[in-house]
């Protein structure tokens, strides 16, 4: 097998790491994967830069690192059963789930129905259930192989899109009058605007992104006003207002919660697709920042608050609903760029840790 790894300090840095782990390792229960397909975008970025703090580099520990100082930043995708010992598990079967950016992966199958099963691996039993589950696309009812690359992509994000506009509707928006959402090119920002966009007597929406992509933002029809970075004066300050952040910028958000003041309600922080912009209490813009009324809004939890309030057919529901019509707009916006091979796909994983994405692009990368 092999691992596109990423260096923990500096996700910039890359490596391709061999090993001889075969089918021949495999342990009573257990079923072996190939990886077909996954898609990245700058949500994968997040991963990486959270891989510490909020425990991505857990889930599928680096082969060859002896030092513990390599990760593999987590990827969603398809796979296929090549080998297994589980009996209730047949080789062929097609899989969707987390996985890392690799040619294979063991997975240990627990809790199985028709439907899908856990991964059992007891390095993963305390991480959050929503990324150990793994779909089997033999018992999910009305199948479309010709959208496995749109859910790769779009799948990851639109949850949290979906959690955010929930979250938001359940708290009637904090008595906001305008919510902001900074980095509205990326795509958890624009799945984020057309569900806010779809709901009755949601407060203005105004989306913030570069000069570069305004007109794209402003060609997908579900913001109420874009406003690109170097005119972050013209908001207006006088409304209530909350904000989402995508981006993670000290600039940005030094800037906003400056010219907001006691109008900005609350900060929810998402990703952090300016990265490499540390967001400090040392200047003057980390001074600005609002910290007690800043949140980190992580998905998984407020998945694991619904699936209790309306139970898991009631979650699926309201979930398939959401995605269904934030698929059928992306068809309008999204051109899908296929790259077949890691080592063909490393420049681009460069240019976006880099920022420097089509925001019209979706990748994936075929193994």
């Not at 970025?45 to 857990?58: E, F, R, S």
């Amino acid at each position: 097998m092999y691992q596109l790894q990423t260096y923990k300090q500096d996700i910039t840095k890359t490596r391709i790491v061999e090993s001889d782990n075969t089918e021949s390792s495999l342990v009573n229960g257990e079923v072996l994967v190939k990886i077909e397909s996954f898609g990245f975008t700058s949500n994968n970025v997040t991963y990486g830069v959270a891989g510490d703090t909020i425990g991505y580099w857990k889930f599928f520990p680096a082969i060859e690192d002896s030092k513990n100082e390599w990760g593999c930043i987590p990827v969603w995708g398809f796979a296929e059963v090549t080998h297994s010992t589980n009996k209730d598990i047949e080789v062929g079967e097609r899989l969707f789930g987390y996985f890392p950016p690799s040619d294979s992966l063991n997975l240990i199958p627990i809790k199985i129905t028709d439907q899908g099963f856990t991964d059992g691996k007891d390095h993963r039993k305390d991480l959050p259930a929503v990324y150990n589950n793994y779909i089997r696309l033999s018992g999910e009812m009305n199948y479309d192989s010709s959208m496995d690359n749109i859910r790769s992509l779009l799948f990851p994000l639109h949850i949290t899109s979906f959690c955010l506009c929930d979250a938001l509707q359940d708290e009637s928006y904090l008595g906001a009058s305008q919510v902001i959402i900074v980095s509205a090119s990326s795509k958890t920002a624009i799945g984020l605007a057309q569900g806010l966009a779809d709901t009755n007597k949601a407060p203005k929406i105004i989306g913030l992104t570069s000069t570069k992509n305004a007109d794209f933002v402003n060609s997908l029809d579900c913001y109420d006003e874009v406003i690109s970075y170097d005119q972050l004066s013209s908001i207006n300050s006088n409304l209530k207002s909350v904000m989402v952040d995508m981006a993670g910028s000290r600039e940005i958000l030094g800037t906003l919660h400056g010219l907001l003041g006691d109008n900005m309600l609350k900060c929810f922080t998402v990703g952090m697709t300016h990265w490499d912009n540390k967001i400090t209490a040392e200047d003057a813009l980390g001074q600005a920042m609002l910290r007690d009324r800043t949140e980190f809004f992580f998905a998984p939890s407020h998945i694991q608050k619904r699936v209790k309030d309306w139970g898991y057919e009631g979650y699926n529901q309201k979930i398939n609903t959401f995605m269904s019509s934030r698929v059928i707009q992306s068809k309008k916006w999204m051109k899908v760029k296929e790259i077949v091979g890691i080592n063909i796909f490393l420049p681009t994983y460069n240019k976006i840790v880099a920022g420097d994405i089509n925001p019209k692009e979706g990748i994936i990368v075929k193994i």
